[in-house]
Every structure is written in C-alpha cells, then in structure tokens.
C-alpha cells in the first residue's frame, strides 16, 4: 500500500527539520489510500500552503527513494469526504534522545481553547517549550489586550506543575513590588531565593519594565543566571521586544534570543468553532445571529466572549430569541464595531427625519408612509453601513435578503425620478456623513 511508504518517509524528515517544524507541519499530516500515489491530507488551509510551498519537493524526492522507483504524490486539504477511506497515520518515529516525552503527553489544551490558523504557530511553539525544556528559551508571546497571553502561560506552567517542576509564574508589577520591597527591607537573600533552582519562570505583562533600569538590570542578572542552567524562561508582554521603549538594549537582546510567537485576535474560522464549541451547554443562536457574529472582525476574543455571553444571557433571562438588533446593540454598547456606519444610526435618522418610531420601521405596517422611509433605511444601510442584505433584513424587521435587495433597487429607481425623495435622500445622508 502506498500509505504504508508515508512512515518511512516521515522518519526521515524529521531528522532532517527542526523539531518544532516537524510537530507544526507534520504531526497532523494523514495518508490515505490511492492507487495512483501517495496522498496527504492536511488539517487545515495554513498547514497546506506551507507543506506545497516548502516541502512538497522534498517528499517527491524521499518517496521515490524509499519506493524504489516513480511515484506520484498529492497533498490536500483534508475533508470529511476525503478521509473517509481508509486512514492510517504515521507509525511512531523514534524520538531525539533531546525530547522529553513525558513532558509532550503533559501538555493539555486549555478547555474551550481553539487552535485556530491565526495561532496555530503559536500554541505549536508551546507544546515544543513543554516537548523540549529549555530549547525555546525565552519563548516570547506577545498580542493585544485580550486575545490569551496569560492563559498561555498559565498553560505553560500548568505543564510543567504536572510534572513536578519548580515553576514560577508572576505578573510583572509583581516582580516589580517584590524588588523594591527587598530594595527598602534589604532582604536581596530571600528575594533571590525565589528564583533559584527553578525549572521554568514565567513572566507576565513584561512591559512594565519600561523606564525601570535598576529593575531591567536585576531581572537582567536573573535571566542570565536561569538561562546558563538550562531553565525554561517565557514572557508575555502587549508589544514585540523592540517596539517596547526605555527598555535596555542588554534586556531587549535577550528577550529575542529564543522564540518569538504572536496570539492574533479569533478569525472567522476561530470564531465559528468558538460559538460552537462554547455554546454546546447553552442555548442555540439563530443562524443570522452566528454569522454576523462569525463575520465581525473582533478585537480580541475577551472581546468575542463577552458579546456571546450576554447573548446567552438574554436568551435564558428573557425566554426568547435573540436577533440581530440584538447582537448590533452589544457591538456598539461594546464599542467593537468596525463598520463605516451603525445600522441603528441610519435607522435613527430617518426615523427623526420622516417622524416615525422604531418599531414602524420593523413592524408590518406596508402603508407608503412607513414602507417608503424602510426602503429608504435598507437603500442606506446597503450603501454606508458594509453590511450584507441578510443581515439588513433581519435588523429591519426580519426581511428576507431579496426584500431588501428589491427596496434598494426601487430606491435607487426613485431617486432618478421622484425629486422630492431625492431632495430627502440627500439631506439624511449630509447628516450621517
């Protein structure tokens, strides 16, 4: 068989590449069964990309070699259509003597945590930091408010804690408070003594560093002292070490001799598996409601949690379904909304603008005097708001998308034709711009 082939060639491979590239790119690589050749499936769109662009050649190579003779080899997303055949995933490869297996099969993915595209990398570079102590030091997490970094380390430390480990996890005004209380007290020996002989020494938020020079300098000589025993030292800070100011050269060299990772805010696919994986023990959301919130570009998944929490809570508060007036109501309470325009702004306007009530605008009053202004509000959401006609028809009363695609197009028509309509459009949108 030709899966039988993609063992021998994985072994290989993982003599020849960096152990961390191997668990990122290899690791979760599948054969299936092919006449023609050897197929790999690969678990996601990022892993693809990388293995054509990079190693794809080399695995030609390596199973002709190991073949004895031509062969065709395929790499490909992995589907649930395309593993369906038969799967048989790489034997077990001998491991470096440098690894520490005890120390991988410790590592555990935080519950509700999504390793999404965005940070695959990241959470690769973590298992690698628990796989092998000390290779990846200092491994350097950094990102906006929000989006994981003390969970990260948290993770880290917990690992090691597992195994026990002497560990210290700290945020870094901690260090900061101990050191001047050792400063003013003179007690350098026990301030000392909590740093001695660790295993791993985690470090949050170390950007309060910033402009503490005798601070960087005693952390300085800490680090120095961890690093030539082998220790597993990790940061975490809201910035890249060099885009941090007043920190010491002497400091910022260290900070980057290891591994430098970023945790990015949840992307679209991120933020599917999220809604479905936090909401297996809560009520559903209506299919609207998951993809605008699936389509919002948020800011941090802090951010993304809080929206769907509250979401939650009205459904279990109130007993009835949430809409996307809703979810448009906590983005903008949330101040996360990236849109050009609000859809409640428009609807506001023209509301003052034709003396109407909200609820005209949503109900099923069909008369022109309140039919003509809600045409008017989709025409305008459409063109100033970037959002999409299904989400323009659920906010203004549950319409389907080609009831709203109908009402910008008669608008458009009128505006051409009708003056007075015009003279109307023109005046709302001079105040909405």
């Known amino acids: 068989m030709n899966t039988d082939l993609w063992p021998q060639i994985a072994r290989i491979l993982e003599q020849e590449v960096l152990p961390l590239h191997y668990s990122l790119f290899f690791d979760g690589l599948r054969a299936a069964c092919d006449p023609d050749g050897l197929v790999l499936f690969c678990p996601n769109d990022f892993v693809l990309e990388q293995v ?17 003779g031509p062969i065709g080899v395929r790499v490909e997303l992995a589907t649930a259509n395309a593993m369906s055949p038969v799967v048989l995933p790489p034997s077990p490869a001998p491991l470096p003597a440098s690894r520490d297996a005890a120390g991988a099969a410790q590592f555990r993915l935080p519950d509700g945590v999504v390793e999404g595209p965005e940070n695959l990398f990241a959470w690769q570079a973590l298992r690698q930091a628990v796989a092998f102590p000390g290779r990846y030091s200092p491994l350097y997490v ?15 430390a917990a690992s090691f804690e597992r195994r026990g480990r002497k560990v210290l996890l700290m945020r870094g005004f901690e260090f900061m408070n101990q ?74 060299s260290r900070l980057t001799w290891g591994l430098i990772v970023e945790l990015a805010p949840p992307s679209e696919t991120t933020r599917r598996r999220l809604i479905e994986t936090w909401g297996q023990n809560a009520s559903p959301l209506p299919a609207a409601v998951v993809e605008r919130l699936a389509l919002h570009p948020f800011s941090s998944v802090r951010a993304f949690e809080g929206v769907l929490i509250r979401l939650w809570a009205q459904v279990d508060i109130f007993g009835r379904p949430v809409g996307l007036r809703e979810v448009q109501e906590e983005l903008e309470r949330l101040g996360d909304d990236p849109s050009p325009l609000a859809l409640s702004e428009i609807e506001r306007r023209i509301c003052e603008h034709y003396r109407l009530a909200p609820q005209d605008l949503t109900g099923r009053d069909r008369s022109l005097r309140v039919a003509r202004p809600r045409q008017m509000a989709m025409y305008l959401a459409k063109k100033w708001s970037g959002s999409s006609y299904p989400v323009i028809g659920e906010y203004f009363g549950r319409k389907s998308h080609s009831s709203v695609i109908s009402a910008c197009r008669r608008i458009e028509k009128l505006r051409r034709s009708d003056r007075q309509l015009s003279l109307d459009l023109e005046e709302i949108e001079k105040d909405l711009k």
Do not use: W
């Open 52 to 68: 054509r662009a990079n190693h794809e050649e080399r695995i030609r190579e390596l199973a002709c070699q190991v073949s004895g």
């Open 179 to 252: 050191y001047f209380a050792a400063v003013q007290s003179r007690s350098y020996e026990a301030f000392y003594q909590r740093f001695r002989g660790l295993d791993l020494l985690c470090i949050d938020d170390v950007q309060v560093f910033e402009g503490k020079d005798k601070t960087q300098e005693t952390f300085t000589n800490i680090f120095n002292v961890l690093f030539d025993s082998g220790a597993q030292i990790a940061f975490s800070a809201d910035r890249a070490p060099g885009e941090i100011p007043g920190m010491m050269e002497a400091l910022v």
């Open 142 to 156: 950094h990102g906006r408010t929000g989006v994981g970094k003390s969970l990260y380390l948290q993770t880290l």
